[in-house]
């Protein structure tokens, strides 16, 4: 499969502040994915993304998938210590279901 | 929680063994899917079923194999383990077989996985 490119691989920040991650991939996806892996769960969906352009947000959480089809960035604002987890960006391409993954940004925050 | 279940949580065996992980998709889910999740490689998309016909294969070892049955439970066998096969193993279900541009925007929910670890 192809590899996305995450970044930043982990932050740390203190309570309160804005958070924002990126995501490219050198291949253009149809829908782009963003979850939440704490420790001993499996990833938890927060947001997918369907359209070129596109701007979704859930709660503090806003995320948007490139006019390019090639890049997705998600922000936290606000953050809160139970913001604390590794996030994934996932995309899926054309062929079939099988999800795309990048390495995961970790994000510490301290109260 | 997901709805996602898969069994057991942990699992401790030796190299040259074999292990079968079981999943069981949401509620109404056709498709299942295996990920490998390792610190070096991240998540690596396994394999893929959909109401018990294998629908796509990624990065599986020919050492591991699944299957889907009747009931859309899931498992997943892992044979001749090795000490690079201890993982994180996921298993994720959605409702259709493959993302369909304007017809489905559903996607995939995934379980708590099983951690194995080869000793």
């Known amino acids: 499969g192809q590899q996305l490119n995450q970044s930043p691989q982990s932050m740390f920040i203190q309570e309160g502040e804005d958070v924002s991650m990126n995501c490219t991939s050198s291949s253009i996806f149809n829908t782009w994915l963003w979850y939440k892996q704490e420790p001993g769960e499996g990833p938890v969906l927060l947001i997918a993304l369907y359209k070129a352009g596109e701007l979704t947000s859930n709660g503090r959480l806003t995320a948007q998938f490139g006019i390019t089809r090639k890049d997705s960035f998600l922000n936290i604002s606000a953050s809160i210590p139970s913001d604390v987890g590794i996030y994934f960006c996932a995309g899926l391409g054309n062929s079939g279901y099988a999800l795309n993954f990048g390495k995961g940004t970790s994000l510490l925050v301290t109260p | 929680d997901s709805g996602v279940t898969q069994t057991p949580k942990h699992l401790i065996t030796a190299t040259g063994q074999r292990v079968t992980l079981r999943c069981s998709p949401r509620?109404?889910?056709?498709?299942v899917y295996w990920y490998q999740q390792s610190l070096d490689q991240g998540l690596q998309f396994l394999i893929q079923y959909y109401n018990g016909e294998e629908r796509a294969k990624g990065n599986i070892l020919e050492r591991f194999s699944a299957q889907q049955f009747p009931d859309l439970h899931s498992e997943l066998n892992l044979s001749s383990l090795e000490l690079g096969d201890s993982a994180l193993y996921f298993c994720?279900?959605?409702?259709?077989?493959?993302?369909?541009?304007?017809?489905?925007?559903?996607?995939?929910?995934f379980g708590p996985g099983t951690r194995l670890t080869v000793l």
């Open positions: 509620s109404g889910d056709l498709s």
């Open positions: 994720a279900s959605s409702p259709q077989p493959e993302w369909e541009p304007g017809l489905n925007t559903d996607t995939q929910y």
